[in-house]
């Protein structure tokens, strides 16, 4: 399927973002571990979350988590900790290339039981579920931070606790707090207890009525179409977020300011409005160690507003949905960017161009945030061709209705 794109002649909306994505995912392990009778309030309707939840409510002894890398993650360790489950762990072709052996040597040195169904070090996983009575394991700082809060989650249920050493380099610190404010709202002793080591306590979770806020990550395509648009007074206005949110991605609050987006807080109504102002950078330099989430949409970004850029920290971009470090150099190379990857962790462009090809169409292999990062820049580029549009579904599964209540034009192809 392709979709071509026409952008909006103005630019004044007010949309209803998703709810997080990984807030709710989080939360629906925490509280299923508490054992809570009800589920959180305003959890995400996206893929990811729906087979998060239809694993944790129904009881089948295969569990196909389909494309949804966080829910492999975290239920895998979810099911070694519950004494007496017995799964064997499933996905698409992809997910079975995605690898875990770091998460499932982890566990094992926690005492448990998990054996590879085929390839070793790739899904899918048989998980029998004990007691797990080991305290201490060390992991990488620097792999996926969804491998430390799969076992940061899982400690509060543990014999003896939890004791985490991370070693090297952390990344995405953020999503590691994010975890831990999470299972402290519900009662878990949890927290840094140096620069490397986090230490949870024996003490069980305690049920809560618990409500997810919107999702800044969301929220960044917003800010994208606010900086590319070419009417001065676009605004954009996205209800249900903070500036005192629990999500590290809150930060592109503060970086699209720099592209000469203005974000207003209203804290009564608890809404955000998003206004065009001056780009003032003509360079930008940012390490997304933190934020890898948002490195493809300020990538779109730089280059469709001619803003040259080094993004470092993004090594966990080639572990995920796709390598989006390869998709980004191919896709932008088909508009006429030429975009150098180093170190296998940096992105950068230095202004140059090569020929563009003609009705560019973006693949998004599969991945829900190569097709929303790229939908604006029909913005600039006038109409814009994406094929397989429908994996927005993973994590925004409104996305195209509310790029067509704000103004932008659609025809299927």
């Known amino acids: 399927m392709q979709i071509k794109w026409n952008p909006a002649a103005l630019l004044r909306a007010e949309i209803v973002l998703p709810s997080s994505k990984s807030i709710s995912n989080r939360v629906l392990v925490i509280n299923a571990l508490s054992g809570a009778e009800c589920a959180p309030n305003n959890v995400s309707v996206c893929d990811d979350t729906r087979v998060m939840l239809r694993a944790l409510e129904e009881d089948s002894p295969t569990v196909d988590i389909m494309a949804a890398g966080t829910a492999m993650r975290f239920l895998t360790a979810y ?18 290339q995605r ?18 169904v085929k390839e070793e070090g790739f899904p899918p996983l048989h998980v029998s ?9 060390a992991l990488q700082g620097s792999v996926s931070s969804q491998y430390i809060s799969a076992l940061l989650m899982i400690g509060p249920k543990m014999k003896n606790g939890l004791t985490l050493h991370l070693e090297d380099d952390i990344i995405s610190r953020p999503y590691i707090d994010l975890t831990l404010r999470l299972m402290r709202d519900f009662g878990a002793e949890a927290g840094w207890v140096g620069e490397d080591c986090i230490k949870v306590e024996p003490k069980p979770y305690t049920p809560i009525p618990f409500t997810v806020e919107s999702d800044w990550s969301a929220a960044s395509y917003w800010y994208e179409m606010v900086a590319l648009a070419d009417d001065e007074g676009a605004e954009v206005v996205l209800p249900g977020l903070y500036a005192e949110s629990y999500q590290g991605d809150s930060a592109v609050a503060e970086l699209f300011g720099r592209l ?57 971009l080639k572990i995920k949905e796709t390598d989006r470090m390869a998709a980004l150099i191919c896709e932008l190379g088909k508009m006429g960017y030429v975009i150098r990857e180093s170190e296998d962790s940096v992105l950068e462009w230095d202004g140059a161009r090569c020929e563009p090809q003609a009705d560019v169409a973006i693949d998004t292999y599969e991945d829900h945030r190569m097709a929303m990062a790229f939908a604006p820049a029909c913005m600039k580029l006038g109409v814009l061709h994406i094929n397989n549009p429908q994996v927005v579904s993973k994590s925004y599964p409104g996305f195209w209705d509310d790029l067509k209540s704000a103004g932008f034009t659609m025809e299927e192809e």
């Open 79 to 96: 099911y070694a900790a519950t004494s007496g489950s017995d799964k064997v762990m499933t996905g698409t072709a992809r997910m079975q």
């Open 99 to 116: 690898p875990i052996r770091v998460l499932v040597d982890a566990l094992r040195r926690l005492g448990a039981h998990i054996e590879y």
């Open 129 to 137: 579920g004990r007691a797990l009575e080991c305290r201490e394991v």
């Open 260 to 316: 000469g987006v203005t974000t207003l807080y209203d804290r009564e109504s608890g809404c955000v409005s998003l206004r065009k102002g001056a780009c003032v950078a003509g360079r930008m330099d940012y390490d997304f160690v933190n934020q890898p989430d948002l490195a493809q949409t300020f990538v779109v970004t730089c280059c469709m507003l001619g803003v040259s850029f080094r993004f470092t920290g993004l090594q966990s």
